[in-house]
C-alpha cells in the first residue's frame, strides 16, 4: 500500500460569520486554501453565548452541499420553502443547495456548549442546478465501529475500511457523485490505526481534541490541534495517537473544474454568478421544491 503523507498544514484562524458567531476557518480562509471539491471548512465551539446566541439569519446558497456536524448543542434549521430540523448533539445535516435555497441555522440554547463543524462540498457543473434536497440524520443513523485499545470513529459518509479488521463500516450518505467519506475518528493513546482511502481521492484530516501524527514509512509528522493537514495521493492513512485525540478524516473525488465563489454561491463562471445575483434579487433563486435526500441504512 502507498500511505498518504503531510503536503500543506493550513492552520484555522478565529473569524466571525453569520450575525456574529465565532469560528475557525481552515479550508476557505482564502479562496486558493481549497482541495478540490472542498471548499471550507468551518469549526465553531464556546460556552460562551455570546460567541455563538446571534446564528445564522437567512441567507442563500447556490452550487454546492453544506454539512453540519453538531458535536454538542441545539441549533434549528428552517429555509424559505417551509422545511425545518432540529440539529442536536451528535446529529447531522446534509443539504444539496443546488438550483439555490434560503436558509437560516439559529441556536435553539442561551447558554451552555454549542460545538460542531460546517463543511462545503462543491458540486459538478452538471448538478449545481439541480433541486435542492436535504436530509437530518439523528445520532443512531449515524455508522459506529470500535477500533484498537478502546478507540472507536462515526461514519457519517462513505466506508470505513480499517487494515486488519476484516469488516467495513458505512455511513449513511452514500452515491453521490464526489463519493465522499467523512469520519469522526476517536484515538485512545498510544494507539496507530491504518485506514484505507480511495487511492486518487483528495483528502484531510483535521484533528479537534488533540494531536494526531501522520506515518510514513520511519516518518511520522505532527498536526497539532485546529489544522487541516492536506495528504497526499495513496490507498492509506497510517494516524498515530501519543495521548487522547479526536479528528476528522475527509476525503472525496476530485471535480476537476473551474470554481469561481461570490460569498454564498458557487458556480463554474462569472457569468453564472451574476445570474444567481440577479434570480436571488428577483426572488428566483429556487427552481424546485426542495425534497429528500436518500439515506442508506447503518
Excluded at 486554501?33 to 446564528?55: E, T, V
Excluded at 434549521?77 to 443539504?95: A, F, I, P, R
Excluded at 470513529?153 to 467495513?168: C, F, P, R, W
Amino acid at each position: 500500500m502507498s500511505e498518504r503523507q503531510i503536503k500543506q498544514l493550513i492552520p484555522a484562524q478565529l473569524v466571525s460569520d453569520g450575525a456574529g458567531v465565532k469560528i475557525r476557518r481552515s479550508l476557505g480562509l482564502q479562496q486558493q486554501l481549497r482541495l478540490d471539491p472542498f471548499l471550507m471548512l468551518d469549526c465553531f465551539g464556546s460556552d460562551q453565548a455570546a460567541d455563538y446566541i446571534a446564528g445564522f439569519p437567512p441567507h442563500p446558497h447556490r452550487g454546492f452541499e453544506t454539512v453540519t456536524y453538531m458535536l454538542d448543542g441545539h441549533m434549528l434549521h428552517q429555509d424559505h420553502l417551509g422545511n425545518e430540523g432540529h440539529l442536536m448533539s451528535g446529529g447531522v445535516q446534509w443539504m444539496t443547495a443546488g438550483s439555490g435555497i434560503i436558509h437560516s441555522e439559529m441556536p435553539q440554547q442561551e447558554s451552555g456548549l454549542m460545538r460542531g463543524f460546517q463543511l462545503w462540498l462543491n458540486l459538478p457543473a452538471a448538478e449545481k442546478m439541480k433541486d435542492p434536497a436535504y436530509v437530518d440524520l439523528k445520532p443512531a443513523q449515524l455508522g459506529r465501529t470500535t477500533l484498537p485499545n478502546g478507540s472507536s470513529a462515526v461514519v457519517i459518509a462513505g466506508e470505513l475500511k480499517v487494515t486488519g479488521q476484516n469488516h467495513s463500516t458505512k455511513g449513511p450518505i452514500q452515491g453521490l457523485s464526489t463519493e465522499p467519506q467523512y469520519f469522526d475518528i476517536s484515538l485512545a493513546p498510544d494507539t496507530e490505526i491504518s485506514l484505507q482511502l480511495p487511492q486518487a481521492h483528495n483528502a484531510l484530516v483535521y484533528p479537534f481534541e488533540g494531536e494526531v501524527l501522520v506515518v510514513s514509512g520511519a516518518a511520522t509528522s505532527l498536526v497539532k490541534t485546529h489544522h487541516a493537514a492536506v495528504l497526499t495521493q495513496g490507498n492509506s492513512l497510517v494516524l498515530q495517537s501519543k495521548t487522547p485525540v479526536r479528528l476528522l478524516v475527509l476525503a472525496a473525488k476530485a471535480i476537476n473544474e473551474p470554481v469561481v465563489q461570490y460569498g454564498p454561491f458557487v458556480m463554474n463562471t462569472a457569468a453564472e454568478i451574476e445570474q444567481a445575483i440577479r434570480d436571488y434579487q428577483a426572488g428566483k433563486l429556487t427552481k424546485g421544491a426542495a425534497g429528500k435526500l436518500q439515506v442508506s441504512a447503518v
